[in-house]
């Protein structure tokens, strides 16, 4: 039975992100030989280790935001293509200090994970616009390069990959928009289309809930510290809302990575969704070989699809 | 901004399952009216509510598993239409008390947790069978009734539900399986096709990893108490792995419903997904209405698909 678990063979860079990626088999290290192997093919630790510099972009700093909670940094990546002015809005907020001292203020099971400020009888003013115009979907000709996933999908005509960012488009209607993927970030508003300003922000932390799509503005991803959020104790209130302040999580502080001198940033990179690396991490993901793997899938859906973040220490 | 924010008048039994499908939107109260609100629809409430006694099956008390933890009960339902084999070494292995005192071993972000026996050198010994032939398909012809769903599937020629749990099927093979949607229980194992056994479990926790599909033998589903398992730390060793023990979270007990007495039983009811309430419920989800949502999906995939549990208090 040792092969069911983990050994310190397995805990390497590459291996580590295949586990951060949530890509890897229900198994540990490999034992008895499989009975009819499938033919050895590149995984995505090996793709990532063979990729080069120009498969990766690092993050841009007036568009990555470090929240600093008690038990450590989540770095989102805002998409400006996708929502100019939520995103700045956003940083308008993050530069009057709005979100420090505010709360992690619901956790509900499979959905989400949202922030901001739990009091409603006396909130707390910002100078930032109050309410900002719908950007649940962008023009195809603006929201910049997109690499399409062949594999289909079943909500969107077509799906792929946008500068990172998971997003679906209508080439009927000549409209594109981020989907609500695992890390996907998005803007919580009222029933008014036009009610959300970015104030309370939320993180897919389950199945992808795709009903979402182009019905709320999506803005950025998580790019490292998912853990942080989706490990929080789950809300006990109505769509897993704190109902005692105590089981809310403060935010010390949130900072846009530009503002910070250099010694205080993160150094993370993404690979490039436009690259033939990419391509091949998605095939690796796709058409998985080895002595574990009895069927390849042939196939991966859009959240399923990796991609791939690595820090520069 | 008030309506961004949960109200006692939302915590109903009926949001309480809404927000426990984590099909809930993000927002909390209604407040504003939208500029051009869709129809107003069947909630999957509205469903339920309406539902009658014959919508609904008990769980059968021999194949519904109680895994006692310090922090409450998690309800799993065996599906041994799909693993007979498999779910009676599961049986077996719970009425030897092979499972007390154990631990959640793994917490892999965004993937599964996982419990058994973290002590690979010095193993618990059970009697129960130590391998079981590999359960990863079933013949279409043994594995009872299918309700299949009409939107699609990237993975697989049909989906759809057999017998409340969600599955997938190959008409040309005549084969038919369990999908690895959340909450979806599974049996890890080595490299070997048969040598899994039952005795360390994993259940999915995030986006559906669906190229695990006929890769493992799927067992059964987490009816309720799903936050207990996703909600834990993450592992910080390779694959999520706890690797200090003080990380593991203890198993109390294991206990199969029919061995307790009823006042120990829990009462849960499944919603039958052969019935017509269940095609009203999905269809809810499919298609929702009124003041919040903007554009309704008009599709479903099959881990979003609702399966209704209540708890008979």
Chains 1, 2 share one sequence.
């Not at 983990?6 to 805990?11: D, E, L, N, R, V």
């Not at 488009?169 to 008014?192: K, N, Q, Y």
């Not at 574990?292 to 699809?305: E, F, R, Y």
Request: contains cysteine.
């Amino acid at each position: 039975m040792s092969a069911f678990f983990t050994t310190p063979s397995m805990a390497t860079g590459a291996l580590a992100l295949l586990a951060l990626l949530a890509t890897a088999s229900v198994h540990a290290a490999p034992a008895k030989p499989a009975a009819q192997p499938l033919p050895p093919r590149p995984s995505l630790a090996d793709v990532i280790k063979a990729s080069g510099p120009s498969d990766w972009r690092a993050l841009d700093p007036e568009n990555t935001l470090y929240m600093e909670l008690p038990t450590g940094r989540v770095i989102l990546e805002l998409a400006p293509a996708f929502a100019p002015a939520t995103a700045a809005n956003i940083r308008a907020l993050v530069r009057e200090r709005y979100f420090d001292g505010l709360f992690i203020i619901r956790s509900q099971e499979g959905f989400v994970v949202q922030w901001g400020d739990p009091d409603e009888d006396n909130p707390k003013p910002f100078k930032a616009a109050k309410t900002v115009k719908a950007e649940f979907t962008a023009s195809i000709k603006d929201a910049g390069n997109f690499t399409r996933l062949k594999d289909g999908d079943v909500y969107a005509p077509q799906v792929g990959h946008a500068n990172g960012f998971p997003a679906a488009r209508d080439p009927a209607s000549g409209r594109t928009w981020l989907t609500h993927c695992p890390a996907m970030v998005g803007v919580a508003r009222d029933e008014g289309a036009d009610t959300g300003n970015g104030s309370q922000l939320y993180v897919v932390i389950g199945h992808a809930p795709r009903q979402l799509d182009r019905n709320i503005t999506v803005v950025g991803r998580v790019i490292s510290g998912m853990a942080l959020l989706s490990s929080q104790p789950r809300g006990t209130a109505a769509s897993g809302f704190y109902d005692k302040p105590e089981q809310r999580m403060p935010i010390k502080a949130v900072r846009i990575a530009a503002d910070l001198p250099e010694a205080e940033r993160s150094r993370f990179e993404v690979m490039r969704t436009d690259s033939a690396a990419y391509q091949a991490a998605v095939d690796a993901q796709r058409n998985r070989g080895g002595p574990w793997t009895k069927v390849a899938a042939g196939k991966i859906d859009l959240c399923s699809a990796p991609i791939p973040v690595r820090e520069q220490k």
